[in-house]
């Protein structure tokens, strides 16, 4: 009984399969268009604060679920090695969202690799210690401990972290 149990359940694991990797592959469509949407401002004529208030409004979703689809969406365009592999529904969403946080050009190919043979899981611990190696977002470059950031706010405002030479803060004071 258990031996026609198990071969009953193979062709169901395998629709299961193929239907994630069908999703993966429409919502990278969702995400080609949401990149599309944000760059033509069609959220700003529709009288949103921003792309993520526009498609959590519209979509029904939470306010960072909808920040992480435009920040994702807009990565892919750099990417177009993961941008294809995200199409044809050979890596998951969630990894592809991973690897966005911190692949470019150089690295794309080899995250990628380790992407194919491991968990979503695994692949988010891989991209936190990698990101933890590198500066912030905007950091300058060089030893020096002075960077920028800039983050969006639940209102549509913006918010700058800035960490400069007491001469370079003069400056900008």
Same mark, same amino acid.
């Given at each position: 009984?258990?031996?026609?149990? %198990? *071969?009953?359940?193979?062709?169901?694991?395998? #629709?299961?399969? @193929?239907?994630? &990797?069908?999703?993966?592959?429409? +919502?990278? $469509?969702?995400?080609?268009?949401?990149?599309?949407?944000?760059?033509?401002?069609?959220?700003?004529?529709?009288?949103?604060?921003?792309?993520?208030?526009?498609?959590?409004? %519209? *979509?029904?979703?939470?306010?960072?679920?909808? #920040?992480?689809? @435009?920040?994702? &969406?807009?990565?892919?365009?750099? +990417?177009? $090695?993961?941008?294809?592999?995200?199409?044809?529904?050979?890596?998951?969403?969630?990894?592809?969202?991973?690897?966005?946080?911190?692949?470019?050009?150089?690295?794309?190919?080899? *995250?990628?690799?380790?992407?194919?043979?491991?968990?979503?899981?695994?692949?988010?611990?891989?991209?936190?210690?990698?990101?933890?190696?590198?500066?912030?977002?905007?950091?300058?470059?060089?030893?020096?401990?002075?960077?920028?950031?800039?983050?969006?706010?639940?209102?549509?405002?913006?918010?700058?972290?800035?960490?400069?030479?007491?001469?370079?803060?003069?400056?900008?004071?």
């Amino acid at each position: 009984l258990s031996e026609r149990r %198990r *071969l009953a359940a193979q062709p169901l694991g395998e #629709r299961i399969a @193929v239907a994630e &990797a069908q999703l993966d592959s429409a +919502l990278h $469509a969702q995400l080609v268009d949401i990149r599309e949407f944000d760059r033509l401002g069609g959220w700003h004529r529709q009288g949103a604060k921003s792309c993520a208030h526009w498609l959590s409004w %519209r *979509l029904g979703i939470d306010l960072d679920t909808a #920040r992480e689809k @435009v920040r994702v &969406a807009n990565a892919l365009a750099e +990417l177009p $090695a993961l941008d294809d592999t995200l199409r044809r529904g050979e890596v998951s969403y969630s990894k592809a969202r991973a690897m966005t946080r911190v692949a470019n050009g150089d690295n794309e190919g080899a *995250l990628l690799d380790f992407a194919r043979h491991s968990t979503a899981s695994q692949l988010e611990q891989l991209c936190r210690k990698y990101r933890q190696g590198q500066p912030d977002d905007g950091a300058v470059a060089g030893p020096s401990r002075r960077y920028f950031r800039a983050r969006d706010t639940d209102d549509g405002m913006v918010r700058l972290t800035v960490i400069l030479t007491p001469e370079e803060a003069a400056l900008v004071v």
